[in-house]
Structures are given as structure tokens and as C-alpha cells.
């Protein structure tokens, strides 16, 4: 009968947040309906990822689709989406998008209490090929509800009181915590339902598994240097471990959370605050990581205590295993106690 239950028990994402939700019940459910907003824009996004390629082999993609509109990017496209679900659900009051470089306030009646940094299709660049690709999204709760500024967005990550990424690939994934643990839903196309299939996701402590883009290797400083050299010609017996690298930053932090190992975007001589964005890449994949019982370092402090003094900036960022990371920490602490 368990396994019986365990099929008909539909655990969706909806009824999971408002489980959740029950256990503050000070809570008027504003971030169920945030949440729902944010499924709703995934649920678009894949079905329109899942279309791309098809519109490509039929032309659809071309200058002008079969209705006579411009066919939008994906990308821009995604964008688009996003903020009009969170604006419309009435419970935001600052967006950040990769895809704006402005950030975003919402006038009343619209304006809510949460601020929702996100990156609407991250990786784009390799749809074409196929290659899975993803929405990364931070959510701050607003300081001042009715005097929403800058300054509710840069914060450090350890104010953000949730983060996830939904992976469009081979299907399509949604991995969320809002500060307690970890948990992974998968869509359900025929009931168009995110159904909880990870529940509380914890990361290996140690993995067999790096991921960095090795064509960086002569920009690196020591520390990164000494370690790939570790990792990949091991002096204590044990085995080298395994390079994955696809170059799609949910792909492969989806890849690190569910098997171990670590993810780095080091900095370099050519980018010195490394290449990924600290508000909607950097910060939600380090809530994870250490909500999955990971670590995320930035070469000189944990991810999450950095303060942003600009939406679109950058950070050198080394997340995953607990173990593998505090080795990475462990080189810059010698570095930088030589130094
Ligand atoms: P590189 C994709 O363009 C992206 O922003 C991340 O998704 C990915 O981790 C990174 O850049 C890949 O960068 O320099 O290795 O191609």
C-alpha cells in the first residue's frame, strides 16, 4: 500500500509551499502566490525551450514566424515572462534581470513585499545544440514595504530567504529552498504539475568530480592552479578525479548537488571578479549548496556574506562538497598566509 500511496500522493510544488507555509502561520501565503507565479513563468519557459528547436527546423525562427511577428529569442522572450508573472502577482517590489540593466520597482496597486533577482534563461547560448539550460532566481524580503530602493537588492546572500533553478533538458526540473532544506520537483507534462521527486537533496560530502573550463587554465591564480594540478595528478594514492564541464552553470551545479564533487568559475588575469553574477547566479546556487549540506567560497570569504554594491556584479565562486570546497579554502589560506 506504501507504494501505492507513494504514486497517487501527488506532492506538487503548490502543496508543498503551503505545507511549508503552515509552519508559519503568521504567513498570509504572499510567497505561495510568488511561488506560483514563478512555476507558472518555468512551466512557459520549458514549453517554449522544448518548441525552439523545432521552430528552428521549420523556419518558425527565422526573421518573421508564420503569424508575421518578429520571432523573439528565447532569452528575451523568457525575460519577458518573468516579469510579467512577478509583477502580476502582486507580491514583488524589485526585480533584478540578467536580461535588464536596470533594476525594476513595481508601483502600487502591484507592489508586494519581495525582491526577485533572476536570470531568465542562463546558458542560452547553448540551445542550439541542445545543451540544458536554466532560470536561476534569489528572492529578498523588501526592508521598508513602501520605500522600495536599491539597497533591498544589495544585500548579502544570507538575507535571501529563498533560491532554486528550473533545468529545461531532458526534463524539466525545479530545485528549490526557502531556508529549510532542499527539494527537487519534476514537471509532470501531462498534468502540467511540478511533482516532488528530490526530496531534501543532500550533496556528497566528498565527490570524485571537478568542473571548471580547463581553456582558462593560464589566466588562473595558485590556489586554483594547485588544486585542478591535485585533482588531476593526486600525490596521497588516491584516484584522479573526473573533469565534467558542459558550460551550462545549472547543468552543472544540477550535476554537483545530486553526484558531489566541485564547481568552480575561478578569477582570472582577464576577468579578476571571475565571470558569474553574484545576485542571480552566485548567490542562489550558494543558498543550495549549503542548504544541501555544501559550501560555496569566493577565493577570500563564503559566498553568502558578500554585499553587492552593483546589481550586475561579478564573483569568482567554487561551490559543492563540503570537503572539496574546504580544500579549495585551504589553499588560499596557505596562499594568502605566505603571501
Ligand atoms: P565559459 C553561460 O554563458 C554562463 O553564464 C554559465 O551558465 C556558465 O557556467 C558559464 O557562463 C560558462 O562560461 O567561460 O566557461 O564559457
Same mark, same amino acid.
Given at each position: 500500500? %506504501?507504494?501505492?500511496?507513494?504514486?497517487?500522493?501527488?506532492?506538487?510544488?503548490?502543496?508543498?509551499?503551503?505545507?511549508?507555509?503552515?509552519?508559519?502561520?503568521?504567513?498570509?501565503?504572499?510567497?505561495?502566490?510568488?511561488?506560483?507565479?514563478?512555476?507558472?513563468?518555468?512551466? =512557459?519557459?520549458? $514549453? %517554449?525551450?522544448?518548441?525552439?528547436?523545432?521552430? @528552428?527546423?521549420?523556419?518558425?525562427?527565422?526573421?518573421?514566424?508564420?503569424?508575421?511577428?518578429?520571432? /523573439?529569442?528565447?532569452?528575451?522572450?523568457?525575460?519577458?515572462?518573468?516579469? *510579467?508573472?512577478?509583477? $502580476? +502577482?502582486?507580491?514583488?517590489?524589485?526585480l533584478?534581470?540578467?536580461?535588464?540593466?536596470?533594476?525594476?520597482?513595481v508601483?502600487?496597486?502591484?507592489?508586494?513585499?519581495?525582491?526577485?533577482?533572476?536570470?531568465?534563461?542562463? !546558458?542560452?547560448?547553448?540551445?542550439?545544440?541542445?545543451?540544458?539550460?536554466?532560470?536561476?532566481?534569489?528572492?529578498?524580503?523588501?526592508?521598508?514595504?513602501?520605500?522600495?530602493?536599491?539597497? #533591498?537588492?544589495?544585500?548579502?546572500?544570507?538575507?535571501?530567504?529563498?533560491?532554486?533553478?528550473?533545468?529545461? !533538458? +531532458?526534463?524539466?526540473?525545479?530545485?528549490?529552498?526557502?531556508?529549510?532544506?532542499?527539494?527537487?520537483?519534476?514537471?509532470?507534462? +501531462?498534468?502540467?504539475?511540478?511533482?516532488?521527486?528530490?526530496?531534501?537533496?543532500?550533496?556528497?560530502?566528498?565527490?570524485?568530480?571537478?568542473?571548471?573550463?580547463?581553456?582558462?587554465?593560464?589566466?588562473?591564480?595558485?590556489?586554483?592552479? @594547485?588544486?585542478?594540478?591535485?585533482? /588531476?595528478?593526486?600525490? #596521497?594514492?588516491?584516484?584522479?578525479?573526473?573533469?565534467?564541464?558542459?558550460?551550462?552553470?545549472?547543468?552543472?551545479?544540477?550535476?554537483?548537488?545530486?553526484?558531489?564533487?566541485?564547481?568552480?568559475?575561478? %578569477?582570472? @588575469? /582577464?576577468?579578476p571578479?571571475?565571470?558569474?553574477?553574484?545576485?542571480y547566479?552566485?548567490?542562489?546556487? $550558494? =543558498?543550495?549548496?549549503?542548504?544541501?549540506?555544501?559550501?560555496?567560497?569566493?577565493? *577570500?570569504?563564503?559566498?553568502l556574506?558578500?554585499?553587492?554594491?552593483?546589481?550586475?556584479?561579478?564573483?569568482?565562486?567554487?561551490? !559543492?562538497?563540503?570537503?572539496?570546497v574546504e580544500?579549495?579554502?585551504?589553499?588560499?589560506?596557505?596562499?594568502?598566509?605566505?603571501?
Amino acid at each position: 500500500h %506504501a507504494a501505492e500511496a507513494q504514486r497517487t500522493d501527488l506532492m506538487t510544488i503548490t502543496r508543498h509551499a503551503l505545507n511549508e507555509q503552515g509552519r508559519h502561520p503568521e504567513s498570509r501565503g504572499d510567497f505561495t502566490i510568488l511561488l506560483s507565479h514563478i512555476v507558472l513563468g518555468c512551466k =512557459f519557459v520549458a $514549453s %517554449a525551450v522544448n518548441k525552439a528547436g523545432l521552430a @528552428k527546423l521549420i523556419g518558425l525562427a527565422g526573421v518573421t514566424n508564420v503569424q508575421g511577428e518578429e520571432q /523573439k529569442k528565447l532569452d528575451v522572450l523568457s525575460n519577458e515572462v518573468f516579469v *510579467k508573472a512577478l509583477v $502580476s +502577482s502582486g507580491r514583488t517590489c524589485v526585480l533584478v534581470s540578467e536580461e535588464n540593466e536596470e533594476a525594476i520597482f513595481v508601483d502600487a496597486p502591484l507592489r508586494g513585499k519581495y525582491c526577485v533577482c533572476f536570470d531568465p534563461l542562463d !546558458g542560452s547560448s547553448n540551445i542550439d545544440c541542445g545543451v540544458s539550460i536554466g532560470t536561476i532566481f534569489g528572492i529578498y524580503m523588501i526592508k521598508e514595504k513602501d520605500n522600495a530602493t536599491l539597497e #533591498d537588492v544589495l544585500q548579502p546572500g544570507t538575507d535571501m530567504i529563498a533560491a532554486g533553478y528550473c533545468m529545461y !533538458g +531532458s526534463s524539466c526540473t525545479l530545485v528549490l529552498s526557502t531556508g529549510n532544506g532542499v527539494n527537487g520537483f519534476t514537471l509532470d507534462p +501531462s498534468l502540467g504539475e511540478f511533482i516532488l521527486t528530490h526530496p531534501n537533496i543532500k550533496i556528497p560530502k566528498k565527490g570524485k568530480i571537478y568542473s571548471v573550463n580547463e581553456g582558462n587554465a593560464q589566466n588562473w591564480d595558485a590556489p586554483t592552479a @594547485k588544486f585542478v594540478e591535485k585533482c /588531476k595528478f593526486p600525490q #596521497d594514492g588516491t584516484s584522479a578525479k573526473s573533469l565534467r564541464y558542459i558550460g551550462s552553470m545549472v547543468a552543472d551545479v544540477h550535476r554537483t548537488l545530486l553526484y558531489g564533487g566541485i564547481f568552480l568559475y575561478p %578569477a582570472d @588575469k /582577464k576577468s579578476p571578479n571571475g565571470k558569474l553574477r553574484i545576485l542571480y547566479e552566485v548567490f542562489p546556487m $550558494s =543558498f543550495l549548496m549549503e542548504q544541501a549540506g555544501g559550501q560555496a567560497f569566493t577565493g *577570500k570569504q563564503r559566498a553568502l556574506e558578500l554585499v553587492p554594491t552593483e546589481i550586475h556584479q561579478r564573483s569568482p565562486i567554487f561551490l !559543492g562538497s563540503y570537503d572539496d570546497v574546504e580544500e579549495m579554502k585551504s589553499l588560499y589560506a596557505s596562499e594568502s598566509s605566505t603571501a
